[in-house]
T-cell receptor
Framework: DTAVSQTPKYLVTQMGNDKSIKCEQN?????MYWYKQDSKKFLKIMFS???????INETVPNRFSPKSPDKAHLNLHINSLELGDSAVYFC?????????FGSGTQLSVL | GDSVTQMEGPVTLSEEAFLTINCTYT??????LFWYVQYPGEGLQLLLK?????DKGSNKGFEATYRKETTSFHLEKGSVQVSDSAVYFC?????????????FGKGTLLTVNP
């Protein structure tokens, strides 16, 4: 019974394409996040949402558009994919100063 | 801005060796401090945390003490196992409620050989 689940686990696509990553949490948390982890394992926050409202947007290109249809879901849509977008994207939710992470989506842009 | 600096890896140890991974931070105010662990192919998991100066966080034999005077939160374990092989991230948090945000260090890869 996975707490934070994201799909797909792997995503291989061509430059210029548009793709989406979905995330769902069944923990009842109000706050959800997207983090990007590069090839050197550096982890950087991209967005946070609280109860469907955007709270943090860390100077991410506007090709990245998060959408939160309800507080249990936070999806990430990426337009016009570039080589530099290749990374592992992690969804997370939080409560009481603890983050719960999904298992990641490895995006490879060719 | 707030930042976390942790020792560069990779760190390679033999089983039962003593582990230290250094972590220092820069932040205004009084952040909470964390260690997260990422096993191969998985997301990060909270390992331990400390919320105020001189607090010691501990879990699974790992310990770290919040040292405000040296702005440090070094991770230690007395005897590592092969199963401890993972990437370890030091982090600090600022803000609360809907503004809660974690800032991570760059991660340290630990490999423990039998």
């Amino acid at each position: 019974d996975t707490a934070v689940s994201q799909t797909p686990k792997y995503l291989v696509t061509q430059m210029g394409n548009d793709k989406s990553i979905k995330c769902e949490q069944n923990l009842g948390h109000d706050t959800m996040y997207w983090y990007k982890q590069d090839s050197k394992k550096f982890l950087k926050i991209m967005f946070s949402y609280n109860n469907k409202e955007l709270i943090i947007n860390e100077t991410v290109p506007n090709r990245f558009s998060p959408k939160s249809p309800d507080k249990a879901h936070l999806n990430l849509h990426i337009n016009s994919l570039e080589l530099g977008d290749s990374a592992v994207y992690f969804c997370a939710s939080s409560q009481n100063e603890k983050l719960f992470f999904g298992s990641g989506t490895q995006l490879s842009v060719l | 801005g707030d930042s976390v600096t942790q020792m560069e890896g990779p760190v390679t140890l033999s089983e039962e060796a003593f582990l230290t991974i250094n972590c220092t931070y820069t932040a205004t105010g009084y952040p909470s401090l964390f260690w997260y662990v990422q096993y191969p192919g998985e997301g990060l998991q909270l390992l331990l945390k400390a919320t105020k100066a001189d607090d010691k966080g501990s879990n699974k034999g790992f310990e770290a003490t919040y040292r405000k005077e040296t702005t440090s939160f070094h991770l230690e374990k007395g005897s590592v196992q092969v199963s401890d092989s993972a990437v370890y991230f030091c982090a600090l948090s600022k803000g609360g409620g809907s503004n809660y945000k974690l800032t991570f260090g760059k991660g340290t890869l630990l490999t423990v050989n039998p």
